[in-house]
């Protein structure tokens, strides 16, 4: 008959090992009152993902801002823009290892956001669509920020 102490080992050595699989997000919210007018978002031709870049703005816009994607060089009107890079895995199936963004205003630096499963491992976490990665961290990032306010035209038949 074995040990009863050797039942519990295999036990012990997963979850030693699931400890050990680490996903961390880490993020650097926009200051409070910052206002945002529009996120110019430029593509990163590093990025091998198709369409990384598109799934951000979509992801800013569903987030109540205006955002914009430029490729090549950043246009003079984008004052506020927004950067990143990202990496993919394959592990039974495609999923997120790694994003960075950083916001800026005017080349400084506004806030940041990391996603980073590079020791995910075992944790089943790690697989899920991008945009489920991204949105959380899109989200905390501009938690604080001022969204520009509608402007509501005059109703017809009424003073300006």
């Known amino acids: 008959m074995k040990h009863p102490a050797l039942l519990f080992l295999p036990l012990l050595l997963a979850s030693l090992f699931a400890s050990g699989c ?31 870049t598109n799934e951000i ?51 400084r630096v506004l806030g940041e956001a990391e996603y980073d499963a590079k020791m995910g491992g075992a944790n089943l976490a790690k697989f899920g669509t991008t945009a489920d990665k991204l949105k959380p961290l899109l989200t905390q990032l501009l938690a604080n920020v001022e969204r520009p306010s509608a402007t509501t035209a005059p109703r017809m038949g009424t003073a300006p």
């Open 22 to 52: 680490a996903i961390s997000k880490n993020v650097q919210s926009v200051q409070k009152g910052t206002a945002v007018q529009t996120i110019y978002v430029g593509h990163n031709d590093r990025v091998l993902m198709k369409d990384c």
């Open 57 to 107: 703005v979509t992801q800013l816009k569903s987030l109540g801002f205006d955002a914009q994607r430029y490729d090549g060089d950043r246009p003079k009107e984008a004052k506020q823009y927004l950067t990143y890079t990202a990496n993919w895995q394959w592990d039974i199936a495609m999923y997120l290892t790694y994003f960075r963004a950083t916001l800026y205003d005017d080349g």
